[in-house]
């Protein structure tokens, strides 16, 4: 095996053991082929990490650390109408370190987004996937511009090319922003001369971002 599992094990860390989920040990056990005193790693998605051995339904808690927290950037995006579209959208921008994913409320948007605990499992995963230490934060309502920490850019034809500075990034919906619905104060981002797609715009735009900071 190139590398040990790593898998997320949510706080509080007490005592010497961390117990695990049914899922997590047949994911370990079954599909994984673990055995006992097999080295995993771990994060509670706070910015714990450390590295333990299988036991018995439990690690043996080893080695922890804090990990810092890079750049804390929010996405705001008007959610896809497909689920598998707005599945890649959530996992992709959490595997890329984003440190919250809010849904944007549009005039044109028409996706309805999923449910919390799927929009959970898929930010686990990803995390899990990426080996990060930090869970994304996401849920299920739709929010309105004056819920988004400023500075906001806005992805955008007409913009400059360069990644702006910005705590937020907003990607709007598939038929486009409608007339005087961006606020004043929200900057503008050209991606490229492509029509891009809402979750390729997401994972576009945010690759640059953390690439930029």
Not at 17 to 25: I, V, Y
Not at 103 to 128: D, I, N, Y
Not at 179 to 200: F, K, M, Q, Y
Request: proline share 8%; hydrophobic share 45%; charged share 25%.
């Amino acid at each position: 095996m190139s590398r040990i599992p790593h898998i997320a094990v949510g706080a509080p860390w007490d005592g010497p053991e961390l117990a695990l989920s049914t899922a997590q040990w047949r994911r370990l056990t079954k599909v994984l082929r673990l055995r006992r005193g097999d080295a995993v790693s771990y994060t509670d998605g706070l910015g714990a990490v450390g590295t333990g051995t299988v036991l018995d339904r439990s690690l043996v808690r080893g080695e922890e650390r804090e990990a810092p927290r890079g750049r804390e950037l929010w996405v705001a995006a008007a959610p896809p109408a497909n689920k598998d579209r707005q599945r890649f959208l959530v996992e992709k921008v959490a595997e890329l370190g984003v440190a919250r994913l809010l849904w944007l409320r549009t005039e044109r948007g028409k996706g309805r987004v999923a449910s919390g605990p799927k929009l959970f499992a898929w930010a686990l995963a990803a995390l899990e996937q990426s080996r990060g230490a930090w869970l994304m934060e996401t849920a299920p309502e739709l929010v309105g511009w004056g819920e988004l920490a400023a500075p906001v850019v806005v992805c955008r034809r007409g913009g400059p090319p360069a990644p702006p500075d910005a705590a937020t990034v907003v990607v709007g919906p598939e038929g486009g922003f409608a007339d005087g619905e961006i606020p004043p104060d929200a900057s503008g981002w050209d991606l490229g001369p492509t029509v891009l797609r809402v979750e390729t715009a997401a994972v576009a735009a945010v690759a640059r971002m953390m690439g930029a900071s």
